[in-house]
């Protein structure tokens, strides 16, 4: 589950995974901080029923340039020592000794996931780009087949756990194109190269360690344990925690299979992930609407919520005309700002996004399960003349905007709340429409 994408309705400058399948992450954002760069597939140890907090983003299957091989001898007797180290904590965490010894014979430094890891946020798509290849003519036939195909198996899913089966299968095709492409990589060597990296070594450690209780609880053998750069794993991408919290067993072989050719355990996981998470079978994870004339893009935030009547009253209403039906309260999400599509978005957004944070992946899942169910694509223009920004210049702008007093608090490249509200602030003393939108024409405004 993952993909690196900046969140919060913004020029979507993060890591967007091409859309082949996409790797997204299951990690949270706190609200009012700016977005880490994230990935896709994945979630945090935060969270009191799924842990949501990311590992890897990226273009996946065949994205990325030739893997990087060489490891200093220095690297690799430094890797080797840190093994030492983590295989005491991990037998004092509960792992036995023979399983350990097992996970790690051959286990060596793997400079090409360090690399991925780095340019995760060099990586930019704007959000039409990242939607017409999510929900592609392509990968909406094939999720109409992939539906037909396992008719009788998600029917079951949805009447136990009571999400509808199009959105289970639109996650599986944005996270391994139904299955096609669940990642060859060792899962036990690349979550040890991150953990013995550092950057985020708290974190992949306590994968690292969960991955080793899968090896220990029999659900997978060691051969089979593989999954995407960042550890990610079988048909819809869970990381370990992930996977221990929610992962289910569901065709009742007596292992939580979400690594092999047959998709029950995996798809059955998702739709215990999303129902664990809150989600409203039947209810829309937003609709695309119309905004009236003089439209106060200042309440275009997530943050105001009010039911569709309510925004009707001011003339916010759906692509016919009327008002949208009484779903539960929404906000209004412009994810490219005044000039792209704009959507009511209501719970069941929030809870796709605890899969992933990131604005982009929660409309590219909702929209392909809209496409796939029969429903027609997103029917406003997008500003194709647009680009997303490079990360250097995400970071230029945060410093351009805090030098002239509309403080972003942070220099990260990460656009998200904080900067998001800097722009609007910077664009009301402008006398631009305040929409938040973190646009190129905004950076040379500011230059």
Same mark, same amino acid.
């Given at each position: 589950m993952y993909i690196r994408i900046i969140a919060s309705g913004l020029a979507l400058a993060g890591t967007l995974a091409s859309a082949g399948p996409v790797e997204h992450s299951l990690r949270p954002m706190t609200r009012g901080q700016d977005a880490p760069a994230v990935s896709r597939s994945a979630v945090s140890l935060v969270s009191v029923v799924a842990p949501r907090n990311s590992l890897r983003p990226e273009t996946r299957p065949a994205a990325a340039a030739e893997p !990087? #091989?060489?490891?200093? /001898? /220095? #690297?690799? /007797?430094?890797?080797?020592?840190?093994? #030492?180290?983590?295989? &005491?904590? +991990?037998? @004092?965490?509960?792992? /036995?000794?023979? !399983?350990? &010894? @097992? +996970?790690? +014979?051959? +286990?060596r430094y793997d400079a090409d996931v360090i690399r991925r890891d780095r340019n995760q946020s060099e990586f930019t798509k704007t959000i039409w780009d990242y939607l017409d290849s999510a929900a592609s003519d392509a990968r909406v036939s094939n999720g109409k087949a992939a539906l037909r195909q396992h008719a009788a198996l998600l029917d079951r899913i949805e009447a136990r756990y009571g999400v509808d089966k199009d959105v289970v299968v639109a996650i599986w095709g944005l996270e391994s194109a139904y299955g096609t492409f669940r990642g060859t990589n060792p899962v036990i060597g690349s979550l040890a190269t991150l953990a013995f990296d550092g950057r985020r070594g708290a974190f992949f450690e306590a994968q690292l360690v969960d991955a080793l209780r899968i090896l220990q609880s029999g659900d997978v053998a060691p051969a089979d344990f593989t999954g995407s750069w960042a550890g990610a794993m079988g048909h819809t991408q869970f990381i370990p925690s992930s996977y221990q919290s929610l992962a289910v067993d569901f065709d009742g072989d007596g292992k939580r299979d979400i690594w092999s050719d047959n998709p029950a355990d995996a798809l059955a996981s998702t739709a215990n992930y999303l129902a664990k998470n809150g989600w409203i079978k039947g209810a829309p994870w937003g609709i695309e609407v119309q905004l009236p004339e003089g439209f106060d893009y200042t309440q275009a935030n997530r943050k105001i919520r009010k039911m569709p009547s309510d925004w009707a009253g001011i003339g916010v209403l759906g692509l016919d005309g009327a008002a949208v039906r009484d779903h539960g309260s929404a906000s209004v999400l412009l994810p490219a700002g005044a000039q792209g599509a704009a959507f009511l978005i209501f719970k069941n957004f929030d809870v796709i996004e605890t899969y992933n944070t990131a604005d982009a992946y929660v409309i590219g899942v909702g929209h392909l399960s809209d496409r796939i169910s029969g429903g027609a694509p997103i029917q406003s223009a997008w500003p194709r003349e647009d680009r997303a920004l490079s990360f250097d210049e995400r970071k230029e702008m945060q410093r351009l905007l805090t030098a002239k007093g509309f403080d972003t608090q942070k220099i990260d490249g990460k656009v998200g709340p904080l900067t998001i509200n800097a722009v609007r602030l910077f664009q009301t003393s402008i006398g631009d429409i305040p929409d938040g939108y973190a646009s190129l024409n905004i950076l040379k405004k500011l230059r």
């Amino acid at each position: 589950m993952y993909i690196r994408i900046i969140a919060s309705g913004l020029a979507l400058a993060g890591t967007l995974a091409s859309a082949g399948p996409v790797e997204h992450s299951l990690r949270p954002m706190t609200r009012g901080q700016d977005a880490p760069a994230v990935s896709r597939s994945a979630v945090s140890l935060v969270s009191v029923v799924a842990p949501r907090n990311s590992l890897r983003p990226e273009t996946r299957p065949a994205a990325a340039a030739e893997p !990087v #091989t060489f490891v200093s /001898a /220095a #690297t690799q /007797a430094g890797f080797e020592s840190w093994v #030492t180290g983590f295989r &005491d904590r +991990a037998l @004092r965490a509960g792992i /036995a000794p023979e !399983v350990f &010894d @097992r +996970a790690f +014979a051959g +286990a060596r430094y793997d400079a090409d996931v360090i690399r991925r890891d780095r340019n995760q946020s060099e990586f930019t798509k704007t959000i039409w780009d990242y939607l017409d290849s999510a929900a592609s003519d392509a990968r909406v036939s094939n999720g109409k087949a992939a539906l037909r195909q396992h008719a009788a198996l998600l029917d079951r899913i949805e009447a136990r756990y009571g999400v509808d089966k199009d959105v289970v299968v639109a996650i599986w095709g944005l996270e391994s194109a139904y299955g096609t492409f669940r990642g060859t990589n060792p899962v036990i060597g690349s979550l040890a190269t991150l953990a013995f990296d550092g950057r985020r070594g708290a974190f992949f450690e306590a994968q690292l360690v969960d991955a080793l209780r899968i090896l220990q609880s029999g659900d997978v053998a060691p051969a089979d344990f593989t999954g995407s750069w960042a550890g990610a794993m079988g048909h819809t991408q869970f990381i370990p925690s992930s996977y221990q919290s929610l992962a289910v067993d569901f065709d009742g072989d007596g292992k939580r299979d979400i690594w092999s050719d047959n998709p029950a355990d995996a798809l059955a996981s998702t739709a215990n992930y999303l129902a664990k998470n809150g989600w409203i079978k039947g209810a829309p994870w937003g609709i695309e609407v119309q905004l009236p004339e003089g439209f106060d893009y200042t309440q275009a935030n997530r943050k105001i919520r009010k039911m569709p009547s309510d925004w009707a009253g001011i003339g916010v209403l759906g692509l016919d005309g009327a008002a949208v039906r009484d779903h539960g309260s929404a906000s209004v999400l412009l994810p490219a700002g005044a000039q792209g599509a704009a959507f009511l978005i209501f719970k069941n957004f929030d809870v796709i996004e605890t899969y992933n944070t990131a604005d982009a992946y929660v409309i590219g899942v909702g929209h392909l399960s809209d496409r796939i169910s029969g429903g027609a694509p997103i029917q406003s223009a997008w500003p194709r003349e647009d680009r997303a920004l490079s990360f250097d210049e995400r970071k230029e702008m945060q410093r351009l905007l805090t030098a002239k007093g509309f403080d972003t608090q942070k220099i990260d490249g990460k656009v998200g709340p904080l900067t998001i509200n800097a722009v609007r602030l910077f664009q009301t003393s402008i006398g631009d429409i305040p929409d938040g939108y973190a646009s190129l024409n905004i950076l040379k405004k500011l230059r």
